[in-house]
């Protein structure tokens, strides 16, 4: 078995909704079904014995070890505690060749499942030994690495639970919600309107004191200090115990309480100075320790902490009993689950002599051994949640802390004996203000009722039934699909809207191309939804993009198909059929939301049927209204767009609206077949967004397809009376809508220029001049600049195979270039004449053709 080309699908594809990794699995001929290896399944299962039931996509297709790959793979994530539960094989036309995919929650541990999936399977066939154990803590150790910890993780929760989409922007915690104009955005349990004065506020503890001291909330005494002695000091002038820590600390980090020797002073100096040049002493606080968690003007949480500690048996050293409680599988060395692990460290054997114990001390039977003064949860720390428990005044204290000192989301500490009476009346206080408060005590509290404090957040961050949306549309088919892209976008910015916009030219917001080359894919979709200036999305979506990485959004509000036609890189991964190609350009009709759109090519029956897999509604546009599916689904008062004589009309039930396709410059008065077509896939995507009739009309007629708007579509010129064509039409149905619509216009004699694309099968390569050859009196052939893995000549021997049998050409020449080939044509026209360039290189053609054109 040989596992290749292992690619992770990010969003939606072709086999699910699921995030996944694909991999191409190669097999032998015996290990196309274990039945040929008869003791390879029981090693499988002696070696993983959770591996569940090993079945075959379709009943009628053996069992092999690609199969058992794919089932591997998945239950060592979901052994591993990640929650999945999809996944597929498939056998390729290939003998032996198998797609494999897995879902997966996280890419880095869905690819190291594959891995030693692979090495388990391989294992068992050697009758080889594989450690189970090994694997499962690698997956487990990984999967804590890289995944949301908990503060972040439940507030990604509350937005995806509430339907707003939510993207990981790196690998910590910097989380972006929503798409464009509408996103915002997170780090851990901070928001992009976090104060960044609030948090440096927060961070200097004397600063923070005094001004909360100046809105009449309680605070203990206390000074910074300069050093250990003037610490002790300090100690001194205060008066009892006193807590020694960092002035701008977090996370309870170096700080030490409930002091009151030299001794402990001097070392508590020290480990604050450890994380802090600056260190304040302060007065000890008796009572419980609370974090009350403030989300934008409420208190929503409330909890006590307490210090790590051990309670005594009798029997076990101290150590051991820490390591019994570490051994709690809620508690980690991180962040990443609800508790943190007790740690051994100086503070720990400082408290423990303290209390007249070492680590190797035996306690008596239910004595409480106190490993911390501070009660952190990022030291060991427990939580029991008190939200209901808390007076009114405390709460106000705490909201009126953070607004003082400026944040929408903070921690407060406080210090008193209950939480049931005013700060005021029990001589507590609040001794720290945190920006960037875990919520793991309020989320999972070690005891009491964990507080939906995600929740909480996205509700403040976001207004009752907002999901950060911005409209999207997605296109697919063979032809059509850019200008369709450029159209829709035109009509979306004459209401008002920036719309950003991808294609195979570049990447576009408000116009501005901001990324060149093909960007058909879900990369640079993704940079769409990432632009804050961008209030609506028109996505070209191709085949490759879905193929190689799913889609860059969950769902979109309109999903269009123009058409499905041959030679679209059929026989490229593993897309052999054009049935094969429409269940792949089906994937935004299945990801249509279920208040959205698909607006389906009713004159293409593959098409069509792709309306039994949208979620929403459907809309129908074809030329010709007649069609038993146009005229089925106009009988049902459905939405349908068609012509009818010189005007484009949408119907819906008993309205009707008509726009005369003399309005439509795109259309040339309607002689333009195929971007008549394009015109009703725009026209239906904008109705379908809610445009007003005015707006669609209105850039129905301003949209202007020149070489600067829509680029190698249909881009028409006037050279010394002749007339050019440029056009990146580059397969047979392409290039069959060219020659119809060249057909309407009058010509004494026509010539084309034409190369062929080298990753197209041979036979599409010979059906385009074969086409041509028919319909052309003259016909000049170039070779690209970048052949696509073909032997130089071979696409010109393959295009003059095509001219074997043509009707019409007299005249056909090879050149070498595809710029001296254009020169070659143009020096040969004539006024009257009509010459079709196809181009290759668009932008630089058509600069190439401007310079002719000015030079006269």
């Excluded at 994380?275 to 949480?301: C, K, N, P, Q, W």
């Excluded at 507080?451 to 999207?472: H, L, N, S, T």
Aim: hydrophobic share 45%; net charge negative.
């Amino acid at each position: 078995m040989e596992v290749s080309r292992i690619r992770a699908l990010r969003g939606p594809n072709l086999w699910s909704r699921h995030t996944s990794v694909e991999a191409i699995v190669t097999c032998t001929e015996a290990e196309r079904a274990i039945d040929n290896l008869p003791d390879f399944e029981p090693r499988l299962r002696a070696r993983f014995p959770e591996i569940g039931f090993l079945q075959p996509t379709s009943h009628a297709e053996a069992i092999s070890i690609a199969h058992a790959l794919e089932f591997a793979a998945l239950g060592l994530q979901a052994q591993a505690g990640c929650p999945v539960t999809f996944s597929r094989t498939t056998a390729t036309l290939e003998p032996g060749v198998y797609q494999v995919v897995v879902e997966y929650s996280e890419e880095a541990v869905g690819r190291l499942a594959f891995e030693l999936a692979e090495a388990l399977c391989l294992a068992a066939a050697a009758n080889a030994p594989f450690d189970l154990d090994s694997a499962l803590a690698r997956l487990r150790e990984l999967d804590e690495d890289v995944r949301l910890g908990p503060s972040t993780g439940s507030i990604v929760q509350a937005a995806v639970a509430r339907g707003i989409p939510a993207r990981r922007l790196t690998s910590g915690s910097l989380v972006q919600f929503g798409w464009g104009s509408r996103q915002r955005r997170i780090q851990a349990a901070e928001t992009d309107r976090s104060s960044a004065i609030g948090e440096a506020i927060a961070q200097d503890k004397e600063l923070t004191k005094k001004l909360l001291n100046a809105a009449g909330v309680p605070v203990p005494n206390g000074r910074p200090v300069a050093d250990a002695e003037d610490a002790w000091k300090a100690a001194c002038e205060i008066g009892g115990a006193v807590v020694v820590k960092p002035r701008d600390g977090r996370q309870g980090k170096g700080v030490a309480v409930n002091l009151a020797t030299r001794e402990q002073v001097l070392a508590g100096y020290a480990a604050a100075a450890e994380v802090s040049a600056e260190v304040m002493v302060e007065r000890y606080m008796t009572g419980h320790d609370y974090r009350m968690l403030v989300i934008g003007d409420h208190l929503v949480a409330a909890a006590r902490r307490d210090p790590p500690l051990v309670i005594g048996d009798g029997t076990h050293t101290v150590r051991q009993l820490v390591d019994q409680v570490n051994s709690d599988p809620r508690r980690s060395h991180g962040h990443a689950t609800s508790l943190t692990k007790i740690r051994f460290d100086d503070i720990a054997l400082a408290r423990l002599a303290e209390q007249g114990y070492t680590a190797a001390s035996v306690p008596p039977k239910g004595a409480r051994v106190m490993l911390r003064n501070n009660a952190n949860l990022s030291t060991g720390g427990t939580a029991t949640d008190v939200t209901d428990d808390v007076h009114p005044e405390m709460a106000a204290s705490a909201v009126a802390a953070a607004q003082m000192i400026g944040l929408d989301l903070c921690g407060i500490d406080i210090v008193c004996d209950s939480v049931l009476k005013p700060l005021q009346e029990q001589g507590g206080g609040i001794v720290e203000v945190n920006a960037a408060p875990g919520l793991r005590m309020h989320l999972n509290p070690s005891y009491g009722k964990g507080r939906e404090v995600g929740k909480a957040i996205v509700d403040m961050m976001f207004a009752g039934g907002d999901d950060a949306r911005i409209p999207i549309v997605a296109v697919a088919g063979t032809n059509g699909k850019t200008t369709t892209v450029r159209l829709t976008a035109h009509l979306l910015a004459a209401a008002g809207n920036r719309v950003g916009m991808t294609n195979s030219d570049g990447v576009y917001v408000e116009r501005q191309r901001i990324d060149t080359g093909d960007c058909s894919g879900p990369r640079s979709a993704r940079n769409i939804l990432l632009h804050p200036d961008v209030d609506a999305a028109v996505f070209e979506t191709a085949r490759g993009g879905i193929l190689r990485e799913g889609l860059a959004f969950d769902r979109c509000n309109v999903a269009v198909v123009t058409n499905i036609g041959m030679g679209d890189h059929l026989g490229l991964s593993y897309i052999s059929t054009v049935e094969d190609l429409a269940v792949v350009k089906r994937v935004i009709v299945e990801n249509v939301a279920a208040a959205g759109v698909a607006v389906l090519n009713a004159a293409d029956p593959i098409v069509v049927r792709m309306a039994d897999a949208c979620p929403g509604a459907v809309t129908f546009f074809a030329r010709d209204r007649y069609l038993p599916v146009m005229a089925t689904h106009r009988a049902q008062g459905k939405r349908v767009v068609f012509v009818d004589g010189d005007a484009i009309v949408a119907t819906e039930g008993t309205q009707e609206h008509r726009i005369a396709l003399a309005e439509i410059p795109l259309t040339r008065n309607g002689s333009i077949g195929f971007q008549v077509e394009n015109a009703m896939a725009a026209t239906a995507a904008a109705w379908a967004l809610g445009l007003e009739w005015a707006v669609i009309r209105r850039g129905l007629a301003t949209f202007v397809n020149d070489a600067q708007t829509a680029p190698g579509r249909f881009n028409v010129f006037t050279y010394r009376g002749a007339t050019l064509i440029a056009d990146y039409g580059h397969n047979p149905d392409a290039i069959l809508a060219l020659v119809g619509a060249i057909e309407n216009i009058p010509a004494q004699r026509r010539s084309v220029v034409i190369s062929g694309a080298g990753d197209r099968r041979d036979d599409d390569i010979r059906q385009q001049t074969e086409i041509l050859g028919d319909a052309f009196d003259e016909l000049i052939l170039y070779q690209d600049q970048c052949q696509r893995g073909r032997a130089d000549g071979e696409v010109l021997a393959l295009l003059r195979q095509g001219l074997a049998n043509a009707k019409r050409a007299t005249t056909v020449e090879e050149i070498r270039g595809e710029f001296p080939a254009i020169d070659t044509a143009l020096a040969r026209l004539k006024a009257g004449d009509l010459c079709l360039i196809l181009v290759d290189q668009v932008d630089e053609a058509l600069a190439h053709i401007a310079k002719r054109i000015a030079e006269g």
